[in-house]
DNA sequence: AGTTTAGATTTACAATTGTAAATCTAAGGG
DNA sequence: CCCTTAGATTTACAATTGTAAATCTAAACT
């Protein structure tokens, strides 16, 4: 089955990640959780749902005077789709390349080196 | 100094990297080398190269009847600018998450294994 | 019951993007 | 010197996106 994840832009991508986090949410509540950094207006919002409920990657749920919204598109999904797509367009898919990239580039924690050397060494086990 | 790198479609990156592999290229360089499996007319080629020579990614010089492009923007930089907005988009910008994410679902060679081994352990050695 | 109003639905509108076709122009061929 | 033509430039056009305003509608208040 080709499952068929839609385009998501990144206005959406920011409501989707509200609507993972906690569901059902109402349009009311996806407007109150935004990060303070975002400022779009109650209509902005309702926008975005409207194209997300096009794209069939939300549900409504009547409740009350208002909608309920549940995902409909699976979070792992999207994330791998659009981390794929990001891989190809700009590291014509090579993941190491990308990698060693992003580890110079950033800094991370002692917890999270530890856990991806641990998620390494295993692949390696599984390899030989 | 704010380093200005302009908006760079999906497209547009295909000739980019183009551009980056090998500069300076003719629009006809540029149409010959791109990868089998995009089919764009010359026109298409052409609009996209306008678009980026708008955008101040590139610049040309005029070689006989025709230009030679060569690269404005930096590789690495679009490459980083890319990289933390799909990061931010995407994962939040925890990059530890996403990185965990990508090991679990993708292959690497053993090669590249070590070598983020390799990164990774010289990180913890720095953090001590 | 009539009025306000919160939320939903419809409409708007410019910028960007993918996809070119149409047209212009200068250089090369006859 | 005129014609062809390769490449450049201009124009096109629908879909998507960011950003809402306008309008509709049913529920709540008086």
Redesign the pocket.
Known sequence: MISNIP??????WEIMKMIWRDHPA???QIIERLPADI???E??V???L??LLK?KAII?EKS????RYFPLVQEDECKRAESESFLKRVFNGAVGTMMTNFLEDVQLSNEEIDKLQKILTEKQKKKQ
Chains 1, 2 share one sequence.
């Open positions: 385009k998501i832009s990144e206005a959406e109402t349009a009311e400022e779009w207006t209509q902005t309702r926008t975005f409207n194209r794209k409504p009350g005077r208002s909608y």
